[in-house]
């Protein structure tokens, strides 16, 4: 986890011989050098170190024995040491530290040999000891800096389940200080079934993000892993919990308002915001949608961002027999992985807490009605295979449970990915896919429904005008244009904003082109001034105008054009102006009365 700190070896060594006599090491150690003699044992003390200061006991205590090999001499004297090979891509402190207790004791010091069989050097007993336990209390700093630092909370056990750690944000999120829980078994504090740490040491796994409640009115999302000895052994454990108690309590406040809210019908005016209009496109998705409804089949909603998936599905169930039942909603990209299953499914009393009540999930709680599934291409695999199970045998069991519910909620699913994509490189089941797949309604993004957009922007410019309480305004040809000619990348939720922001910038009567956003404002083909009243043409209106300003595109109505001809730029201008005729007048270089005129003429009107 940490950079082992630097290890100073103590040195140089010169080597000598394994023959090499007292007599001849005298002269050496007298010069200040330590000398090094293998000592030919296997195993064990491989080397005779001796130190200038031994040179002195040595003339003294082998002085009627110079021409003895030394190696043969000391070989049951504390003078043998233990030889530590070091590894090329390891540090000498790496090495030493690897070592097991025993091979510490025996000897006076330790002694470090490089790959190439030269002496790197040597430390002595009292010394590596030292060394080892200032590396603990670094370590231990480090660990202690780093639990304090994290948003989690951590908690650390050992073998037993003594509790050795317990940071700061768990003494917040348990209410329980620091000194009444360390040092104690921490079954004291919860109960032993429940708790994820002590399952951990028993079974040796890895768990990761799995929703946990340890106490009634908490629930965390628990990381937790073994923690092994030097042999492999579990000599404890670690756990991470991120708290998402008021994640959940919000989404029960939401799943409460879905329930009280449940009325919903496809007469309420809400639900039709992105239905605005009498385009040919939507118009199949509504033909397709009433359908849908009178069927009992799980139904899945295609289309970008924006496009209203939720109000269909809205509108689907409105139209159902299930009209009287809850109408629910579930959003995989929202909910995190290791809650989805609970949101969905419940889970069984006992399972975390030790209480019989448990909680039902969504599936349960829309009973008979229906149950909207948003971005379920962010399902993970494993509940996909849960939902499946479902939607084929219509019963599933509740997290930790083992009963059999059996439920009748029709799922609506939706999606912004192609699923069947997904399916071919292995990221969504086939079978999910398939069972969702009985009928697939597909939502048009705004860009290719333009001719809605003006009854949408009436109907959202009345509701925001009552909101916050101005005069209702109307949008200059300018603005007309603008919202006709941009792509709407996020389709009818960016429609909807910008009427907002419009709404709560304009303080005249009309929504002018400084009030839209700047990517509405960029690139857009500016208008002339209105002509004079009775006036046909605009003299600059062929050439772009006085000062050259004009939209390249604007193409003007020419006195000499053939009907054919007049009908074709007519239809062109209205198109590109979402039908506002002050804006196609402008367009074609006529005043608004010709514009008239020519639509008696030809029909139009």
Same mark, same amino acid.
């Given at each position: 986890?940490?950079? /082992?700190?630097?290890?100073?070896?103590?040195?140089?060594?010169?080597?000598?011989?394994?023959?090499?006599?007292? #007599?001849?090491?005298?002269?050496?150690?007298?010069?200040?050098?330590?000398?090094?003699?293998?000592?030919?044992?296997?195993?064990?003390?491989?080397?005779?170190?001796?130190?200038?200061?031994?040179?002195?006991?040595?003339?003294?205590?082998?002085?009627?024995?110079?021409?003895?090999?030394?190696?043969?001499?000391?070989?049951?004297?504390?003078?043998?040491?233990? &030889?530590?090979?070091?590894?090329?891509?390891?540090?000498?402190?790496?090495?030493?530290?690897?070592?097991?207790?025993?091979?510490?004791?025996?000897?006076?010091?330790?002694?470090?040999?490089?790959?190439?069989?030269?002496?790197?050097?040597?430390?002595?007993?009292?010394?590596?000891?030292? !060394?080892?336990?200032?590396?603990?209390?670094?370590?231990?700093?480090? !660990?202690?800096?780093?639990?304090?630092?994290?948003?989690?909370?951590?908690? &650390?056990?050992?073998?037993?389940?003594?509790?050795?750690?317990?940071?700061?944000?768990?003494?917040?999120?348990?209410?329980?200080?620091?000194?009444?829980?360390?040092?104690?078994?921490?079954?004291?504090?919860?109960?032993?079934?429940?708790?994820? /740490?002590?399952?951990?040491?028993?079974?040796?796994?890895?768990?990761?993000?799995?929703?946990?409640?340890?106490?009634?009115?908490?629930?965390?999302?628990?990381?937790?892993?073994? &923690?092994?000895?030097?042999?492999?052994?579990?000599?404890?454990?670690?756990?991470?919990?991120?708290?998402?108690?008021?994640? /959940?309590?919000?989404?029960?406040?939401?799943?409460?308002?879905?329930?009280?809210?449940?009325?919903?019908?496809?007469?309420?005016?809400?639900? !039709?915001?992105?239905?605005?209009?009498?385009?040919?496109?939507?118009?199949?998705?509504?033909?397709?949608?009433?359908?849908?409804?009178?069927?009992?089949?799980?139904?899945?909603?295609?289309?970008?961002?924006?496009?209203?998936?939720?109000?269909?599905?809205?509108?689907?169930?409105?139209?159902?027999?299930?009209?009287?039942?809850?109408?629910?909603?579930?959003?995989?990209?929202?909910?995190?992985?290791?809650?989805?299953?609970?949101?969905?499914?419940?889970?069984? #009393?006992?399972?975390?807490?030790?209480?019989?009540?448990?909680?039902?999930?969504?599936?349960?709680?829309?009973?008979?009605?229906?149950? !909207?599934?948003?971005?379920?291409?962010?399902?993970?695999?494993?509940?996909?295979?849960?939902?499946?199970?479902?939607?084929?045998?219509?019963?599933?069991?509740?997290? #930790?449970?083992?009963?059999?519910?059996?439920?009748?909620?029709?799922?609506?699913?939706?999606?912004?990915?192609?699923?069947?994509?997904?399916?071919?490189?292995?990221?969504?089941?086939?079978?999910?896919?398939?069972?969702?797949?009985?009928?697939?309604?597909?939502?048009?993004?705004?860009?290719?429904?333009?001719?809605?957009?003006?009854?949408?922007?009436?109907?959202?410019?009345?509701?925001?005008?009552?909101?916050?309480?101005?005069?209702?305004?109307?949008?200059?040809?300018?603005?007309?244009?603008?919202?006709?000619?941009?792509?709407?990348?996020?389709?009818?939720?960016?429609?909807?904003? /910008? &009427?907002?922001?419009?709404?709560?910038?304009?303080?005249?009567?009309?929504?002018?082109?400084?009030?839209?956003?700047?990517?509405?404002?960029?690139?857009?083909?500016?208008?002339?001034?209105?002509?004079?009243? #009775?006036?046909?043409?605009?003299?600059?209106?062929?050439?772009?105008?006085?000062?050259?300003?004009?939209?390249?595109?604007?193409?003007?109505?020419?006195?000499?054009?053939?009907?054919?001809?007049?009908?074709?730029?007519?239809?062109?201008?209205?198109?590109?102006?979402?039908?506002?005729?002050?804006?196609?007048?402008?367009?074609?270089?006529?005043?608004?009365?010709?514009?008239?005129?020519?639509?008696?003429?030809?029909?139009?009107?």
């Amino acid at each position: 986890m940490f950079n /082992v700190e630097q290890l100073s070896l103590q040195g140089p060594l010169t080597a000598a011989e394994p023959a090499a006599t007292i #007599g001849e090491l005298l002269p050496v150690l007298k010069r200040g050098e330590a000398v090094v003699v293998p000592s030919g044992q296997t195993g064990g003390p491989q080397a005779v170190l001796l130190l200038p200061p031994d040179a002195a006991f040595l003339e003294t205590v082998f002085a009627g024995q110079p021409a003895e090999p030394a190696a043969s001499l000391l070989s049951g004297s504390p003078y043998l040491c233990r &030889v530590v090979r070091l590894e090329p891509d390891h540090s000498a402190a790496e090495a030493f530290l690897a070592l097991e207790a025993e091979s510490l004791g025996g000897g006076r010091a330790l002694l470090a040999q490089r790959p190439d069989g030269s002496w790197a050097g040597y430390i002595a007993a009292d010394a590596l000891l030292a !060394f080892a336990l200032d590396e603990r209390r670094r370590w231990q700093a480090y !660990f202690e800096s780093l639990s304090d630092t994290v948003t989690d909370a951590v908690t &650390v056990v050992d073998r037993s389940g003594e509790v050795i750690c317990w940071n700061p944000v768990a003494e917040e999120i348990y209410a329980l200080p620091r000194e009444d829980i360390v040092g104690r078994r921490i079954g004291e504090h919860f109960e032993t079934e429940t708790l994820m /740490v002590l399952k951990m040491l028993d079974e040796g796994r890895l768990i990761r993000n799995a929703y946990h409640r340890p106490r009634k009115g908490t629930h965390v999302l628990i990381s937790a892993s073994p &923690v092994r000895g030097p042999r492999g052994e579990i000599i404890g454990g670690i756990a991470a919990e991120q708290d998402i108690t008021q994640l /959940v309590k919000l989404n029960e406040q939401l799943t409460s308002a879905h329930s009280l809210s449940h009325q919903y019908k496809a007469a309420d005016p809400g639900l !039709f915001s992105f239905a605005k209009g009498r385009g040919l496109a939507l118009g199949r998705v509504m033909q397709w949608a009433k359908k849908v409804a009178a069927a009992d089949t799980p139904v899945l909603l295609l289309g970008e961002s924006g496009t209203g998936k939720e109000q269909l599905a809205q509108i689907i169930h409105g139209y159902s027999p299930r009209a009287g039942e809850a109408f629910l909603t579930a959003n995989c990209g929202i909910v995190p992985a290791g809650l989805l299953e609970t949101e969905l499914f419940g889970f069984r #009393g006992g399972a975390f807490t030790g209480s019989e009540g448990g909680q039902p999930g969504l599936l349960e709680q829309a009973k008979d009605g229906t149950l !909207f599934i948003n971005e379920i291409e962010r399902m993970p695999l494993e509940l996909q295979a849960k939902l499946y199970g479902y939607l084929s045998q219509e019963t599933f069991r509740r997290l #930790g449970g083992n009963r059999p519910i059996a439920a009748r909620a029709r799922i609506v699913a939706a999606s912004t990915a192609d699923l069947d994509a997904l399916v071919r490189e292995g990221v969504f089941r086939a079978d999910l896919y398939y069972a969702l797949n009985v009928v697939s309604v597909t939502l048009p993004p705004l860009r290719e429904r333009r001719e809605d957009i003006p009854a949408m922007l009436q109907m959202y410019l009345k509701q925001f005008s009552l909101q916050y309480r101005k005069p209702l305004p109307a949008l200059s040809p300018e603005v007309m244009l603008a919202f006709a000619n941009y792509d709407w990348p996020g389709n009818i939720l960016e429609l909807r904003n /910008v &009427v907002e922001r419009c709404a709560i910038l304009c303080d005249g009567d009309y929504v002018t082109m400084e009030q839209l956003p700047p990517a509405l404002q960029a690139r857009q083909p500016s208008l002339e001034a209105e002509p004079p009243a #009775g006036a046909d043409t605009v003299d600059d209106a062929e050439t772009g105008g006085a000062d050259g300003s004009a939209a390249a595109d604007l193409k003007p109505l020419k006195a000499s054009a053939s009907p054919s001809e007049e009908l074709r730029l007519i239809r062109d201008a209205l198109a590109r102006t979402a039908g506002n005729k002050s804006a196609a007048a402008k367009r074609l270089g006529i005043s608004r009365g010709t514009l008239y005129n020519k639509l008696k003429e030809l029909g139009l009107e």
